[in-house]
């Protein structure tokens, strides 16, 4: 069981880009896949396309996955290995989550099951870099979940020119020079093979830069 956070600041396109990618992995790919989504208010996904692709759908609402809430998380994750037993589990922490806490929490599953850490996609908005990257408050969280990424996805390309996006990729670049930078669109589908084939690739990704 793989476990595949998908990070992201507020509103970057998470829940938009793990129903996509789910729906990759559980029908090119045939791969079996959970999400469990840590959304403040209402669940987010969609009932129809939970049936369609025969996903399960776990909502943690009540706190954050790496901090007040990680022991329901490691419990959510011990309990779909062993009643679902997906291949995947697509994780949609906060969006003031720290990916490296995030696994963190994921491996404490380790004791109890069989499950190994797939890379930590952090998505970064394409419509709004200055607004994430140079503000004094959110420019931090984003330059660590940034730095904590094993995979950056430049989010939302469908409505931003080439020259925005090259720009977004050397801002990226200079916080993280280690991760994989790519490009998605969620609406087009756009990166979705590409990435399901980097999360399924069997590397372990552990949380290196513990801070
Ligand atoms: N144009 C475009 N808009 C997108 C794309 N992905 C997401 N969006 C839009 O961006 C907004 C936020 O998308 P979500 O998927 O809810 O983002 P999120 O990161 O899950 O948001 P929070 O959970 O609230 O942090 C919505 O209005 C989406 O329709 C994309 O690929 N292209
Ligand atoms: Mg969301």
Redesign the pocket.
Known sequence: MRIIQIA??????????IISLARTLSGDFKKRVALVVN?IGEI?VDGKVVEEYGLRVKDLGGGCICCEIATSFTNTLILLSQTFKPDFILV?P??VAIPNQVKLAALMAKRDCDINLGPAVV?FDA?RPEELLFNDILGNIVIRQISDADIIAI?????VNEEQLVDCEQEVKKINQKAKIMR?????GDGMVELAKLITEPVEYPAYQIR
Request: aromatic fraction near 4%.
């Open positions: 992201g600041f507020l509103g970057s396109g998470k829940t938009s880009a959304e987010p949609e906060t969006g998505l419509t989010s939302k390309i469908d409505v998605i669109s969620s609406i087009r």
